[in-house]
Structures are given as C-alpha cells and as structure tokens.
C-alpha cells in the first residue's frame, strides 16, 4: 500500500494561513506561543511522513489508540496508546502508523518564543499514565474544542482563543501530576460536577 501524509477518513485539518500566523507572531499577548496547524488523524492507515529538512515548527504528537514510531537524531521510537512526544522544529525526522495497529492521533504545529523550551521538557515518548483521574477524556475534549474553535474563523479574537487556550493544553502535557491532582480535587468539591462545593484560597469568604 502507498504511504500517505493525510485523507484519513474523519480526520480534521486545519492549518492556518501565512498571514495570521505572522500577525500572532507580533502581537505581545499570544507571540510566546502559536498554533500553526492542529488536526485528528483517526485510524491512519498507512500514514508516513518523511521531512528530510524538518519543519519550521515544533509538532506535539498526541497517540490515544493504536500504535505509531518516529525516528529522530537516527534513533527509531515506537508510540504506544496513550504516549505522546514532540519533535522539535529544523531536525530531519519521520514518523509513521503502525502497519498492524494503526494510530489514532491528536497533533499540533506550533512555534513562538516558548515552543524550545516546551521542546526541552518533553523529550522522548511520554506516557499517559492510566488510572481514575487520568483525565484523558478531558484532554481530548479540549483538543475537539480548540479544533472547532480553529475552524471557526481566523478574526484576531478567534485567534488569539486559541493560542492563549493552547497554553492550558500543552500544561496538561507539561505538568501531568498536577492537572491529576487538581482533578482530584474538583471531584472531592464537586466543582465541575454540577456540585456547589467551593474552594478558599485564603482566610476571606467568597464574593
């Protein structure tokens, strides 16, 4: 079978346009951090991409079923369900599907003046530990939602949602522990859960 970069079926790409990315890029409130492109390859098949040269960006590789591999610096990884990684942006790499367990992933292109040091921390194939409060499920959700938010428009407020919003995704990624924990603690007040538990942060009562 031939290899494929994309036309999976249901997948959702959105990349945005040279313009918009340049006009983030310069404006102080979202320039440390912006979205190039995001999108939802399910069940890729035969997906093989080859970039002799890299890319201009740095691409998050979010594997959530199935199994993937990518090669970087001459070394070859494999990306089991629930892994992710990130290739940094400039170095030569290739990445690919499964041929017996086809991946299905969430990615993003971004770039900005935090996207290195993002790069630095997440090195290798990272796992998505499993257990009661992985929050997977809400991980994926906020990636459907910035997808439709991309896919919304390109005005500058529409924009500037989505990369201030890319900020708390990539947090997930960065600060596991913590988002686990602090998931923990909605679930113990009810914040979130339709409940009215409140939580103080402080000796002063709530407004």
């Known amino acids: 079978m ?22 983030a890029l310069n404006n102080p409130l979202v320039a440390d951090l912006v979205v190039h492109s995001m999108g939802y390859f399910p069940k890729a098949e035969n997906h093989y ?6 890319c201009g960006e740095y691409l998050l590789i979010y594997c959530t079923k199935g199994e993937g591999w990518y090669v970087l610096d001459g070394k070859r990884y494999v990306v089991p369900e629930n892994h ?17 367990d086809p991946w299905y992933i969430y990615w993003a292109h971004f770039k900005g003046k935090k996207a290195k040091y993002i790069s630095d921390q997440l090195q290798g194939v990272i796992p998505i530990d499993m257990d009661d409060n992985s929050r997977i499920g809400d991980r994926i959700a906020f990636f459907d939602e910035l997808l439709n938010v991309l896919e919304s428009g390109t005005d500058e407020a529409t924009v500037n949602y989505v990369n201030l919003s890319f900020n708390h995704l990539i947090a997930s990624f960065l600060y596991r522990s913590e988002e686990r924990r602090v998931g923990k603690e909605c679930c113990r007040w ?3 859960r339709g409940g009215g538990g409140g939580v103080s942060l402080g000796g002063g009562g709530g407004g």
């Open 2 to 23: 031939a290899k494929i970069k994309h036309g999976f079926s249901g997948q959702r790409l959105i990349v945005y346009p040279f313009y918009v990315i340049e006009q």
């Open 49 to 54: 991409i080859d970039r002799a040269s890299g």
């Open 84 to 100: 992710f990684f990130i290739l940094p942006a400039e170095k030569p790499h290739q990445y690919g599907s499964s041929e017996h």
């Open 190 to 192: 009810g914040v979130g």
